[in-house]
Structures are given as structure tokens and as C-alpha cells.
């Protein structure tokens, strides 16, 4: 089975631009969530999806927002990049049926 | 709300001693419990978990965890370290009760096994 890959890998974006990240859930996976990991820090949860739908939020504004497709692939959108979203940006996919989330290897962000 | 904290931002330990990192948790309802690592410029690695039943747990690569209700902790242990396990290991908690998946990070304890 494939794991959790996600694109790009790197990314540099000027304050005010938008930016999308893609992530492919593992195989069989129907529920994926995001999560934000500041330098020094933990990661963060932004949201889950389950069938193309949000399922749960944490503490993050409307500027972030994402889609789940009916493949289990998912994107997040980040509008309006401040320099506070500089993160390494991690997706992670699980089963509904299963407790532990497994993540991809994460999109590094920088915004200048 | 859901909180976990990890009282170490670093541990040292001599290869071949034994390791205890040390998790500490709050949740409204039973917690679901769980250690990632994360190897530099990596993802996380799935460890361990604790769901329900027997409060020890064993892992991958020799990790186990031991569930405390009463003192609210699940400390990483490994009976002999390896320099390999060097990394940056995170404790996770999930409301069982919740609606979501939502997982709640520690800010992680690096690791230093010292040959």
C-alpha cells in the first residue's frame, strides 16, 4: 500500500499571494486532516475532512479552508499568506474505523 | 478543551540505558493516547497507542507506553536506547468523545541517545 504523499515539498510565497497544498491520502484512507507545525512547536490542528465534508476546526481563520475530493485526496488553500504561515504544513489520513492518523511527509511554507 | 503537555524539551541518555519520555494530558472524556517521532525535515511516524485495556502498550522499534488515569500521563519508555532513536518525539491526545479526529500535539522532547 502507498502512503501519504504530499506536493510540493517546498514552497516560497510573497505576503498577500494565495497558496495550494496537496495531499493523497493512503490507500483505503477516507478521512484526512491538516495540521500546521511551527518551527520549535507541535503541530496544530486546521481541520478534517470526512466524504468531502468538514468535519471539525481548530483555531484557524476562514482564510484557511480546504477540499476533500471523492478519490480521498484532499487540498488546503491559504489566502491572503501572512508571515505568521510560515510552517511546515502536514497532512494525515486514517480510517474511520481506526484510531491513529498516519502523515505525509509535509509541504514546507515560507512567506517573505 | 484538550491539552497535553511535555515537561522536557530535551532528554540526554547513554546508549544502552534505558529512556523515559514524559507525557502529561487533559481531556473531558477518556483520552485516546498516542507518540509520534519525527526524524529531521520529516513527517511523523506513527509509535504507539493507547485505546482502552491493558495501561502498558507496546510499539514499534522496542518503544512501549504506560497509561496512568489517575496521575493523567503516558510515558514513552524504551528499556535500551539506541542512537538511532535520537529524534524529536511528540504525545498526542484525542477526546474519545469528540466528534472529530482531532489530534492535540505536545511541543515535542528531543531526544539525544549519546554513544
Known amino acids: 500500500e502507498t502512503g501519504v504523499t504530499q506536493s510540493p515539498t517546498h514552497l516560497i510565497k510573497t505576503r498577500g499571494q494565495q497558496v495550494t497544498l496537496r495531499c493523497s491520502s493512503q490507500?483505503?484512507?477516507?478521512?484526512v486532516s491538516w495540521y500546521q507545525q511551527a518551527l520549535g512547536q507541535g503541530p496544530q490542528f486546521i481541520f478534517q475532512?470526512?466524504?468531502?465534508?468538514?468535519?471539525g476546526r481548530g483555531n484557524f481563520p476562514p482564510r484557511f479552508s480546504g477540499l476533500q475530493f471523492p478519490n480521498y485526496s484532499s487540498e488546503l488553500n491559504v489566502n491572503a499568506l501572512e508571515l505568521d504561515d510560515s510552517a511546515l504544513y502536514l497532512c494525515?489520513?486514517?480510517?474511520?474505523?481506526?484510531?491513529?492518523?498516519?502523515f505525509g511527509p509535509g509541504t514546507r511554507l515560507t512567506v517573505t | 478543551a484538550q491539552s497535553v503537555a511535555q515537561p522536557e524539551d530535551q532528554v540526554n541518555v547513554a546508549e544502552g540505558n534505558p529512556l523515559t519520555v514524559k507525557c502529561t494530558y487533559s481531556v473531558s472524556g477518556n483520552p485516546y493516547l498516542f507518540w509520534y517521532v519525527q526524524y529531521p525535515n520529516r513527517g511523523l511516524q506513527f509509535l504507539l497507542k493507547?485505546?482502552?485495556?491493558?495501561?502498558l502498550v507496546k510499539g514499534s522499534y522496542g518503544f512501549e507506553a504506560e497509561f496512568n488515569k489517575s496521575q493523567t500521563s503516558f510515558h514513552l519508555k524504551k528499556p535500551s536506547a539506541l542512537v538511532s532513536d535520537s529524534a524529536l518525539y511528540f504525545c498526542a491526545v484525542r477526546d474519545s468523545g469528540a466528534g472529530s479526529y482531532q489530534l492535540t500535539f505536545g511541543k515535542g522532547t528531543k531526544l539525544s541517545v549519546i554513544p
Open positions: 493507547y485505546i482502552t485495556g491493558d495501561n
Open positions: 494525515a489520513s486514517s480510517l474511520v474505523s481506526t484510531y491513529e492518523q498516519y
Open positions: 490507500s483505503g484512507h477516507n478521512t
Open positions: 475532512y470526512y466524504r468531502e465534508e468538514e468535519n
